[in-house]
């Protein structure tokens, strides 16, 4: 590649698979990874948005394929592994990025019809694609980050099935570094505070002036006063599936201007 913004090739050589790639924090992530060196495969259901992608990388000087995937359906998840198996001998880098938020609340039962398609995806489809990724992460070693959420700590009315899947996320982090790391498979998460990404403002009127207003207003549910551009989680995630994180596994890195590790729940401010 030319014209490496970060100056560095950190994943050179080699290979990556980022689900929910076409949007928000997964194409940012993407998009990183491939400034790094690595040839990404871009997993999604949305095949305009993930070519979208994949054209965005190429057109920077990287590497990019898009791969189908349905985590709600055993079988594309299948097929999605076989694809990549088709294309390379290893994979060195797998984000499981890929989640829905649906709300409801327990009282009302709003939640009984969200349960079991949130949890095929946020949950039971991630894990199966790991599985089925994990010869060729063997092949080589690597890493794998997890996509875990701010509200697998906090808790938030009418979201409790979706925080309890990114409490299970950490879980599920813990259980593979332990279970992985005989391979060289480093296993860790991160737990994004509010990033504005396309599930905040692709749904308003006008997304574009919803975007600029969630980037502008100001927040007091966190130290830093305001939300985050997906550009920084990414930077978050290449670190911990780069060399620079030789030493880190089975951890959750929070990337929430302090809303977690400062308690703020406890002091009443939560918006």
């Not at 829905?100 to 894990?127: A, P």
Request: one cysteine or more; proline letters at 3%; a negative charge.
């Amino acid at each position: 590649m030319s014209a490496n913004p970060y100056a560095i090739y950190r994943f050179a050589g080699k290979a990556a698979l980022v689900s929910g790639g076409a949007s928000g924090i997964g194409r940012a992530t993407a998009i990183r990874l491939a400034a790094e060196g690595a040839h990404v495969f871009i997993a999604d259901l949305n095949k305009e948005m993930a070519d979208q992608a994949v054209a965005e990388i190429r057109a920077a000087g990287g590497s990019a394929a898009r791969v189908d995937v349905d985590l709600a359906d055993d079988a594309s998840v299948e097929g999605c592994a076989r694809a990549v198996a088709e294309e390379v001998s290893a994979l060195h880098i797998l984000v499981n990025n890929a989640a829905i938020l649906r709300q409801g609340r327990i009282e009302d039962g709003g939640w009984i019809e969200n349960w079991e398609i949130e949890t095929r995806i946020g949950l039971r489809g991630w894990v199966m694609m790991t599985q089925l990724l994990l010869p060729l992460l063997k092949r080589e070693g690597g890493a794998i980050v997890n996509l875990s959420s701010e509200g697998g700590y906090l808790g938030r009315p009418g979201m409790w099935v979706y925080d309890a899947i990114k409490a299970g996320v950490v879980s599920t982090t813990k259980t593979m570094a332990q279970e992985f790391t005989k391979y060289g498979i480093r296993v860790n998460a991160v737990a994004p505070g509010w990033i504005v990404t396309e599930m905040h403002f692709a749904g308003d009127p006008d997304p574009a002036a919803r975007k600029k207003e969630l980037e502008e207003t100001p927040i007091s549910s966190c130290l830093m006063q305001r939300r985050a551009a997906p550009e920084e989680v990414a930077g978050a995630i290449a670190f911990l599936l780069s060399d620079d994180a030789s030493y880190i596994t089975g951890t959750t890195l929070h990337v929430d201007g302090g809303r977690v590790g400062m308690n703020l729940g406890h002091l009443g401010i939560l918006e």
